[in-house]
């Protein structure tokens, strides 16, 4: 079973920036698909981006383009940077996990949000 533990939500204002990590453990794969997701209060969970972390495959929603960028440093941990925040960018933000998977899996796996593992969630809270 692998275990996801995000960090580094917080509150900023208007134009800060925030970095989240995530780590991803229980498992002995040197390669993992890891996403970030958000969740706004009384909306849909979206999703923001994702990453193969080996090979680097990466994908980022329109929306966040320019102000988010999503990174790794090894294995099992990725970051989301996210700058010149809004107060739109005001959620809790998930970060999932699916050990073993290639770059042909993280389209499908952040569509359908099918990912076996989820973070319990950070908060971001971005003041005007």
């Known amino acids: 079973q692998v275990q996801v533990l995000e960090s580094g939500g917080g509150s900023v204002q208007a134009g800060g920036s925030l970095r989240l990590s995530c780590t991803a453990s229980?498992?002995?794969?040197?390669?993992?698909?890891m996403a970030w997701f958000r969740q706004a209060p009384g909306k849909k969970r979206e999703a923001v981006a994702g990453?193969?972390?080996?090979?680097?495959?990466r994908y980022l929603d329109n929306p966040f383009q320019g102000r988010f960028t999503i990174s790794h440093d090894n294995a099992n941990t990725v970051y989301l940077d996210m700058n010149n925040l809004e107060p739109e960018d005001n959620a809790t933000y998930y970060c999932?996990?699916?050990?073993?998977?290639?770059?042909?899996?993280?389209?499908?796996?952040?569509?359908?949000?099918?990912?076996?593992?989820w973070g319990q969630g950070t908060q971001v809270t971005v003041s005007p």
């Open positions: 999932a996990a699916e050990a073993g998977c290639s770059a042909l899996d993280l389209g499908p796996l952040i569509y359908r949000q099918g990912f076996t593992s």
């Open positions: 229980g498992d002995t794969s040197s390669r993992y698909c």
């Open positions: 990453i193969v972390t080996s090979g680097g495959a």
